[in-house]
T-cell receptor
Framework: GENVEQHPSTLSVQEGDSAVIKCTYSDSASNYFPWYKQELGKRPQLIIDIRSNVGEKKDQRIAVTLNKTAKHFSLHITETQPEDSAVYFCAASKDYGQNFVFGPGTRLSVLP | DSGVTQTPKHLITATGQRVTLRCSPRSGDLSVYWYQQSLDQGLQFLIQYYNGEERAKGNILERFSAQQFPDLHSELNLSSLELGDSALYFC?????????????FGPGTRLTVT
């Protein structure tokens, strides 16, 4: 079955710097890759997603890139702010929305 | 507020017992997903229902079962509970299946098995 790895497991950056989190997946049939942000004690919330027919997607300070050949996708956060501090999860799904497999998460700390 | 509701918010029970967790999806959403999140761990996909039928199965134990009712709410039943079942259980819903629809997560049910 699908296996999703995520790196790094923890990441500390200075406010204003960029943060990059990378995920790799094993099943070449996966075609939908969302990213979720989970603040302490709260529910995961979708922040951006990308489909397999797109290489890059941007939403203000957040961008996701997908390399289907290498089977990896990355989350890029620019101009980080303290409120970006959270755990970020990547996920992969095939059949567009079935049987999601999540990565283990990255704890991002943005230092003021 | 995602529009997905889960009850109860907290549940404390003893080993060997059985509990039922309930989820009401957002209005109009046909798919319901269940996830288990142990302390400081990632999200483990358990099972997905679409319009009353099981659509996908993940790492769900045989002691666990779920169903989705005609009104689209879903229940996750956990039986013969063990200490290791203590976790946060999330339900999520999405519009449908077969398309990359966003999942909206509920607030979760925190289960503590003593």
């Amino acid at each position: 079955g699908e296996n999703v790895e995520q790196h790094p497991s923890t990441l500390s950056v200075q406010e204003g710097d960029s943060a990059v989190i990378k995920c790799t997946y094993s099943d070449s049939a996966s075609n939908y890759f969302p990213w979720y942000k989970q603040e302490l004690g709260k529910r995961p919330q979708l922040i951006i997603d990308i489909r397999s027919n797109v290489g890059e997607k941007k939403d203000q300070r957040i961008a996701v890139t997908l390399n289907k050949t290498a089977k990896h996708f990355s989350l890029h956060i620019t101009e980080t702010q303290p409120e970006d501090s959270a755990v970020y999860f990547c996920a992969a799904s095939k059949d567009y929305g079935q049987n999601f497999v999540f990565g283990p998460g990255t704890r991002l700390s943005v230092l003021p | 507020d995602s529009g997905v509701t889960q009850t109860p918010k907290h549940l404390i029970t003893a080993t060997g017992q059985r509990v039922t967790l309930r989820c009401s999806p957002r209005s109009g959403d046909l798919s319901v997903y269940w996830y288990q999140q142990s302390l400081d761990q990632g999200l483990q996909f358990l099972i997905q229902y679409y319009n009353g039928e099981e659509r996908a199965k993940g790492n769900i134990l045989e002691r666990f079962s779920a169903q989705q009712f005609p009104d689209l709410h879903s229940e996750l039943n956990l039986s013969s509970l063990e200490l290791g079942d203590s976790a946060l259980y999330f339900c999520a819903s999405s519009v449908g299946t077969g398309s990359p629809y966003e999942q909206y997560f509920g607030p979760g049910t925190r289960l503590t098995v003593t």
